[in-house]
């Protein structure tokens, strides 16, 4: 069963930085993609962005270009988001999310504040 569990949120001031990880197990096979989402208090899901196993990556959110950067460490089945210069417009739950054999399967989710 495919899991992915997502670390490295917490409270940062404006400015800020900070990395999350998100570690995925139960992995069918060496073709997927995964996503950061983050969804923050009254506003919807939204997409930051997303890399392959190949290492293509796609940004999704206007907001977060030349901020936010994803990688990923294959070796250890690790993707990971940069998060520089946050903003507190940035407070939300920040989830990984990977897409493998048409399924798509979330973590639990990590909370990134960030106080002005």
């Known amino acids: 069963e495919v899991q992915l569990v997502e670390s490295g949120g917490g409270s940062v001031q404006a400015g800020g930085s900070l990395r999350l990880s998100c570690a995925a197990s139960?992995?069918?096979?060496?073709?997927?993609?995964i996503a950061w989402f983050r969804r923050a208090p009254g506003k919807e899901r939204e997409g930051l962005l997303c890399?392959?196993?190949?290492?293509?990556?796609?940004n999704y959110a206007d907001a977060v270009k030349g901020r936010f950067t994803i990688s990923s460490d294959n070796a250890k089945n690790t993707v990971y988001l940069q998060m520089n210069n946050l903003k507190p417009d940035d407070t939300a739950v920040y989830y990984c999310?990977?897409?493998?054999?048409?399924?798509?399967?979330w973590g639990q989710g990590t909370q990134v504040t960030v106080s002005s």
């Open positions: 890399i392959t196993r190949s290492g293509g990556t796609t």
């Open positions: 139960g992995l069918n096979g060496d073709e997927y993609a």
């Open positions: 999310s990977l897409y493998q054999l048409s399924r798509r399967y």
